[in-house]
């Protein structure tokens, strides 16, 4: 069954340093998303990404991140400037479809920033 | 703006027993519903969907789920719970006009032998 991949699996990081999450979608889905969970608090919605734009985005979806498509198979989460509360577990989805369609999750990648 | 409440943070269940992990939403506009399940070091995964239609709704590994627009709920059951079943459940909404799944907070369901 085809499934989410991100990599890595762990990343620690200093304070203000980059960090380039990666993620694999699903070969003929359309649809992108990453998502954030602080440890203990509520899975939060980042961003969107369709055709090559963001389509959405949160508030926590400032200057700092950014996404990109660079190939057809990969899509990426970076962080310019990494601050202590970007210290969380990251999520990529995809999805073959809006709304309604399931958008199936990957592993996650658990960024810790000192 | 769409939010969802799931009250119980931890469930504990002795294998075998039925379990219910509420959940409730608010939303001004027609919403889609899912839960999903995160094994521990695992993402996460549907267990069930609902979209229109029947608003019971069965998934995977025996769960259900039942719409109730009057009680803005969407609460998860399993008549026969196993040790399997320990992970943590999550219920979130998308709304029509957004692509955005909205979670709520969790329950960690625990089934003891």
């Known amino acids: 069954e085809p499934e989410v991949t991100q990599t890595p699996s762990h990343q620690v990081t200093q304070m203000g340093q980059e960090v380039i999450l990666r993620c694999v979608p699903i070969?003929?889905?359309?649809?992108f998303y990453w998502y954030r969970q602080i440890l203990g608090q509520k899975v939060e919605f980042l961003v969107s990404f369709y055709n090559n734009e963001i389509s959405e985005k949160s508030e926590i979806f400032d200057d700092q991140f950014s996404v990109e498509r660079p190939d057809g198979s990969n899509f990426t989460l970076k962080i310019r400037s990494t601050k202590l509360e970007d210290s969380a577990m990251y999520f990529c989805?995809?999805?073959?479809?809006?709304?309604?369609?399931?958008?199936?999750f990957g592993p996650g990648t658990r960024l810790l920033v000192l | 703006a769409q939010s969802v409440t799931q009250l119980d943070s931890q469930v504990p269940v002795f294998e075998e027993a039925p379990v219910e992990l509420r959940c409730n939403y608010s939303s001004s506009v027609s919403v889609y519903l899912f839960w999903y399940v995160q094994y521990p070091n695992q993402g996460l995964q549907l267990l069930l969907k609902?979209?229109?239609?029947?608003?019971l709704v069965k998934g995977i590994n025996g769960f259900e789920a039942e719409f109730n627009k009057s009680q803005t709920s969407f609460h998860l059951r399993k008549p026969s719970v196993h040790i399997s079943d320990t992970a943590e459940y999550f219920c979130?909404?998308?709304?029509?006009?957004?692509?955005?799944?909205?979670f709520g907070t969790g329950t960690r369901l625990q089934v003891f032998p």
């Open positions: 070969s003929n889905h359309l649809y």
């Open positions: 979130a909404v998308v709304s029509y006009n957004t692509d955005k799944l909205i």
């Open positions: 609902y979209l229109s239609g029947s608003t």
């Open positions: 989805a995809s999805s073959g479809g809006r709304r309604q369609e399931t958008q199936y």
